[in-house]
């Protein structure tokens, strides 16, 4: 069984979140390989990190917005080093992430306050793992934007002070990727990125706190999931292989469960599947088995859509 710990306590209430494929816009953007102008009250949209003023621009200091930069996933000296999970010894399961997402080294872009940058590195076309923290309360929001500094994918609309998200997106090589943050001038944030190939295999079974990714290779059955929270929420995704420049697809609604202790069971794709735990607050199990037969209708719903409709004479 796959045992996963992700901080500590509920993460703070937010908006609801949505994870797309990333697509090129339709509208004309600037040739490859430069920058769009700066956007109103933040770093310049798409311009590389640290090239560009952040949101508050002015000194930087305690309580004013920093220029996100790039640093050294081994720097032991952030306040984020300990809570970064390392990713588990290769697997069996690792080769067939191959078809879902490129090899690549982790990279880290840290900073305080709103921004818009691009992160200097290309990563190969395919999915990618995006894990942030950040310090401090309030509102976080964390998107990729494309070209136009139009929201790609959503990524978070909170995240717990000092406990690592996980989420999962597709990128292509059309462009860098693209970010923005949006929180308070004086709360510190790092991104993660990473390559799919450093997941986790779901297994037989999981259980977790908090956000996740998976890896699930076995054969099509059903998935349990199970909400341990007495208030909590869980929804779990299902990400497909796809090949780059294809339009973006929905993931998979594998479980949606809110509010208190719940069963769900769904039908679970075959593999290579990434599964995706988000909106994760509260303690959670997975179990993946064969899809149980559906239940005859019992009582009065089986008399009134069970019997046929016929016509008198």
């Known amino acids: 069984m796959t045992k996963i710990s992700k901080?500590?306590?509920?993460?703070?209430?937010?908006?609801?979140?949505?994870?797309?494929?990333?697509?090129?816009?339709?509208?004309?953007?600037?040739?490859?390989?430069?920058?769009?102008?700066?956007?109103?009250?933040?770093?310049?949209?798409?311009?590389?990190?640290?090239?560009?003023?952040?949101?508050?621009?002015?000194?930087?200091?305690?309580?004013?917005?920093?220029?996100?930069?790039?640093?050294?996933?081994?720097?032991a000296g952030g306040w984020w080093a300990d809570l970064i999970v390392p990713p588990p010894a290769p697997s069996a399961e690792a080769a067939a992430a191959e078809s879902l997402g490129g090899e690549f080294d982790a990279i880290v872009y840290a900073g305080r306050g709103g921004a818009r940058f691009a992160m200097e590195e290309r990563v190969p076309p395919g999915y990618v793992l995006v894990e942030f923290a950040r310090t401090g309360h309030g509102y976080f929001d964390l998107d990729s934007i494309d070209w136009d500094g139009r929201e790609a994918v959503a990524l978070g609309g909170f995240s717990a002070p000092r406990r690592f998200e996980r989420r999962v997106m597709w990128c292509d090589n059309l462009y860098p990727l693209r970010f923005r943050v949006r929180c308070d001038d004086r709360?510190?944030?790092?991104?993660?990125?990473?390559?799919?190939?450093?997941?986790?295999?779901?297994?037989?079974?999981?259980t977790g706190r908090g956000s996740e990714v998976l890896l699930h290779t076995g054969p099509a059955g059903g998935l349990v999931t199970r909400l341990?929270?007495?208030?909590?929420?869980?929804?779990?995704?299902?990400?497909?292989?796809?090949?780059?420049?294809?339009?973006?697809?929905?993931?998979d609604v594998?479980?949606?469960?809110?509010?208190?202790?719940?069963?769900?069971?769904?039908?679970?794709?075959?593999?290579?599947?990434?599964?995706?735990?988000?909106?994760?607050?509260?303690?959670?199990?997975?179990?993946?088995?064969?899809?149980?037969?559906?239940?005859p209708r019992k009582g009065l719903w089986a008399r009134l859509f069970g019997r046929q409709l016929t016509r008198p004479p």
């Open 7 to 75: 901080g500590e306590g509920p993460p703070d209430p937010g908006q609801e979140r949505r994870i797309e494929g990333v697509g090129k816009s339709s509208a004309p953007g600037p040739a490859r390989g430069t920058a769009p102008g700066p956007g109103p009250g933040s770093a310049a949209d798409g311009a590389p990190a640290g090239s560009g003023a952040s949101a508050g621009a002015g000194p930087t200091g305690e309580g004013r917005a920093r220029s996100p930069h790039r640093i050294d996933l081994a720097d």
């Open 187 to 206: 709360a510190e944030w790092v991104i993660v990125i990473r390559s799919v190939r450093a997941v986790r295999a779901l297994g037989t079974a999981a």
């Open 228 to 251: 341990h929270a007495a208030k909590g929420r869980l929804r779990v995704e299902g990400h497909k292989p796809r090949r780059p420049d294809t339009p973006a697809t929905s993931p």
């Open 254 to 295: 594998l479980a949606s469960v809110y509010g208190r202790p719940y069963e769900d069971v769904r039908a679970l794709p075959e593999g290579p599947l990434l599964v995706a735990v988000v909106d994760g607050d509260g303690d959670w199990s997975l179990e993946v088995g064969e899809l149980p037969e559906p239940q």
